[in-house]
């Protein structure tokens, strides 16, 4: 089974830029992984920023973008507020729909 | 308004086993797929795996062969994860997600201990 890596931890400041990054054992992480982006915060059920790629739901801030970034999927938080402290999870789809999820990275505005 | 709603927390012993549901609210279980997820106390999520609704066909994550089934009863549009042979280190909360993980139930805890 294929491994998915992210950074474990990150800390911004509020109002600045960060991405986070999600990358696959098995190489580059193309639109064909169906990359998707989820935030948890504590005590809660993870909701969905991002899906395929790039895409965003009608909730998700729009200072959330998705991306793909050398060989990598990412996910920008442009001007980070308080409310964004939260573990970030990603999820990439392989071979007959299987998912894996990334270890998760917890992200600190401080 | 599209809700999973799922069952409540269970406490089960070792060897025995459970079976979680989760039933859509809002809308009907046609040409969809439910995704289940693990997350152990303290942990990351994991994708346990589908079941699509249609054709009724389960896909499982490596690691969740064999003690774990997914199974569907559309007329009451509900799935139900079950799982057998409990162990202690099946305690986590079990989370259902819809197809393309835009909705997700509430989550049920699952605590095995003797």
């Known amino acids: 089974q294929a491994v998915v890596t992210q950074e474990p931890s990150v800390t911004v400041s509020p109002g600045g830029t960060v991405t986070l990054t999600c990358g696959s054992s098995?190489?580059?992480?193309?639109?064909?992984?169906?990359p998707y982006w989820f935030q948890q915060k504590p005590g809660q059920a993870p909701r969905t920023l991002i899906y395929d790629t790039t895409n965003k739901h009608s909730w998700t801030p729009a200072r959330f973008s998705g991306s793909l970034l050398g060989g990598k999927a990412a996910l920008t938080l442009s001007g980070a507020q308080p409310e964004d402290e939260a573990f970030y999870y990603c999820l990439l789809s392989y071979t007959g729909a299987r998912g894996v999820f990334g270890g998760g990275t917890k992200l600190t505005v401080l | 308004q599209m809700q999973l709603v799922q069952s409540g927390s269970e406490l089960k012993k070792p060897g025995a086993s459970v079976k979680v549901y989760c039933k859509a609210s809002?809308?009907?279980?046609?040409?969809?797929?439910i995704n289940w997820v693990r997350q152990a106390p303290g942990q990351g999520l994991e994708w346990m795996g589908r079941?699509?609704?249609?054709?009724?066909?389960?896909t499982y994550a490596q690691g969740f062969t064999g003690r774990f089934v997914f199974s569907l009863d559309t007329s009451v549009s509900t799935a139900y994860l079950q799982i057998s042979s409990l162990k202690a280190e099946d305690t986590a909360m079990y989370y259902c997600?819809?197809?393309?993980?835009?909705?997700w139930g509430q989550g049920t805890m699952v605590n095995v201990s003797s």
């Open positions: 079941i699509n609704t249609n054709t009724r066909n389960p």
């Open positions: 098995t190489g580059t992480v193309t639109s064909g992984h169906y």
């Open positions: 809002g809308y009907k279980l046609i040409s969809y797929v």
């Open positions: 997600a819809g197809d393309a993980f835009d909705i």
